[in-house]
Structure formats: structure tokens, C-alpha cells
């Protein structure tokens, strides 16, 4: 659907996922959507950062945790699973000169957790039509079994992610980005057995193609809720949104447990909402950094309700 490409390099002895992928807006524009928090909030987790070298990015990716946005409370109890970096190489692009924006992320496994940091990095070249080549590297400095493990299972994640940026950017570049965040508690089922369910109810029986994860361009459908599906993996399928909102959904089912030994027998749904709406103060030219607070069609609780189907089946 997009030409989001990836795979994995292995360079000097580092193992990282690199993704690249065409866009048809300038430089400057995807410099702001993947190097300013409200950029990147607005087609990957929810971001705040230090637009500087040496200065923070604080991601928050659990699907569980409440919106940091919402208070001091919430964004204190958000901080706890948080993954925070900090910026190595913050260049913009200047006419031909490509940008480089890149963080390293060092306690990503925990506090004093003794691992090797996690390096993420997104070059943005001008292509010399108007268009932009955005190139994302994550991964690793050196090798072994955790770079493996870590590195080859987020490249779906990527992605997926990706092509939530490549639509908003081909599609609905002028627009704003509302998001919403929501997940059911742990039930007692595992991944395929969760996901297996939500499988059969959003993907009709009749598109044979429920079976095939990477499989796009099938029509998804679970009460008010529809769409095309653009991308997916073994436990997870991105969207294109039709109802009840315009916009990209990510939906996915993870281990869920207090403990590694409990989550192996317990999962649990969680979907991630980017919803279109008009920029305020928008003057219909492409924006890169584009979340923005403006009430969502459905709020937490509603998609939360919307999960809690699914996951019955």
C-alpha cells in the first residue's frame, strides 16, 4: 500500500532494523513529523523531547498506562513504564544537506538493567521532486542473542508505524492528529488464542484471507468500527478508518501478567486511535508536527468498550 521497506543491517558488528520509505512532502515537514514530540505522537506513542543534543525524549509506549497529559497524577504513574533517551545528533535539514535526528535510549530494559543502549536514528534527505526519503534505523551497536531477539522482533512495529505516517502525510497532510489510547484487562487466553478471536469477529469469512497476517486491502467490520486493513503481523493489524472516525487505528494483543510466568498464560487487547481533525489555526499547508488536543470522536472508555467485544469474540 505504501513503500514502506525494512530490513536488518549488521554493519561493523551491530544488528539494527532499517526502514525507509518515500514521502511526498518536503524535507522540513517530515522533519517535524518524526523529531518533535508532537510530531512523533502523532503516528507512533505519545513523545515529549528536548529539541536539542543532549536533551530528552520521554516515550510513552504501554498500552495499559494512563494519558500523561491528563494531570500530574497520571503522567507520574505514565513515567513508571516510560522509556526515556537522550538525543545524540539533532540536525535539520538545510537545502541539500539531509537532516539527522537520532537518541539513545540506555535503561530501556529497566533501571540499571545492565544492556547495551538502544539507538534509534531517522535521516531525512530531499528526493529533488518536492518529496522527501525518510530513513529509520533502531537497534544495536554490537551483536549477539538480545540484539537478535530484541531487534528483529520490532521491525513489524516499524512498519506498522511507518505506514501510519506515510498515509497521514500522502492522504491528509493539512490535517491535525487527535489520539487515543485504550486496553482491556489481561483474560485468560494466550496471544494466538486472544487474537484468534479478534480475527474471526473483524475479518469476514468471505475475504479468505483471515489466516494470512501481512494480507492488505481486506475489509475489517465489528460494530460501529470499520475500515481497511492496510498492514498486519502475527498479533496485530493497522487499519485505515471508515467509522467512526477518519483516520488510522492500530490494533494488537500482548502477554499481560504481573509476573513473566503469568503472562504466558494471560493476554490482552490494545488499540492506539489517530483520528484526522481540522489543525486549529490551520492554513491547509502540509503539517509534520500535527497531534493536537481537540476532543476525539470516541474517548478512552469507548474504545476500551469497543476491545472488551473483540475479546470475547
Not at 29 to 58: H, K, M, N, Y
Not at 240 to 263: R, V
Not at 273 to 292: K, N, S, W
Request: proline share 8%; aromatic share 6%.
Amino acid at each position: 500500500m505504501y513503500d514502506v521497506t525494512a530490513g536488518i543491517e549488521t554493519e561493523y558488528g551491530g544488528r539494527r532494523v532499517a526502514c525507509r520509505v518515500p514521502l511526498p512532502v518536503a524535507p522540513a515537514v517530515v522533519w517535524d513529523a518524526v523529531a518533535t514530540g508532537e510530531g512523533i505522537s502523532s503516528w507512533f506513542v505519545p513523545c515529549a523531547l528536548e529539541p536539542q543534543v543532549g536533551g530528552r525524549i520521554v516515550q510513552f509506549a504501554d498500552p495499559g498506562a494512563p494519558d500523561p497529559t491528563t494531570g500530574p497524577e497520571a503522567a507520574a504513574e505514565a513515567m513508571l513504564t516510560a522509556t526515556v533517551g537522550e538525543i545524540t545528533v539533532y540536525t535539520p535539514p538545510a537545502g541539500s544537506v539531509p537532516g539527522l535526528f537520532s537518541y539513545a535510549e540506555r535503561d530501556w530494559m529497566g533501571e540499571g538493567v545492565p544492556v547495551p543502549p538502544w539507538e534509534t536514528s531517522c535521516e531525512v534527505v530531499d528526493d529533488g521532486e518536492g518529496g522527501s526519503v525518510l530513513t529509520l534505523r533502531s537497534g544495536f551497536g554490537s551483536g549477539g542473542q538480545l540484539a537478535e531477539e530484541s531487534v528483529d522482533g520490532s521491525v513489524d512495529g516499524w512498519v506498522q508505524a511507518l505506514t501510519v505516517l506515510a498515509h497521514r502525510l500522502t492522504h491528509r497532510p493539512a490535517d491535525g492528529v487527535v489520539t487515543v489510547d485504550a486496553a482491556t484487562d489481561p483474560v485468560e487466553a494466550t496471544v494466538p488464542e486472544l487474537w484468534a478471536r479478534v480475527t474471526a469477529a473483524l475479518i469476514a469469512p468471505a475475504s479468505g484471507v483471515g489466516g494470512n497476517p501481512g494480507d492488505g486491502g481486506v475489509v475489517a467490520r465489528s460494530g460501529e468500527v470499520g475500515g481497511i486493513v492496510a498492514i498486519g503481523s502475527e498479533a496485530s493489524r493497522t487499519l485505515i478508518l471508515s467509522a467512526p472516525a477518519d483516520g488510522m487505528l492500530e490494533l494488537f494483543a500482548f502477554p499481560a501478567g504481573e509476573s513473566h510466568e503469568d503472562a504466558v498464560g494471560r493476554a490482552a487487547l490494545a488499540v492506539r486511535v489517530f483520528e484526522y481533525v481540522d489543525a486549529p489555526g490551520g492554513d491547509g499547508r502540509p503539517l509534520g508536527a500535527a497531534a493536537v488536543d481537540v476532543t476525539p470522536t470516541w474517548d478512552a472508555p469507548r474504545w476500551r468498550e469497543w476491545l472488551e467485544g473483540l475479546a470475547r469474540g
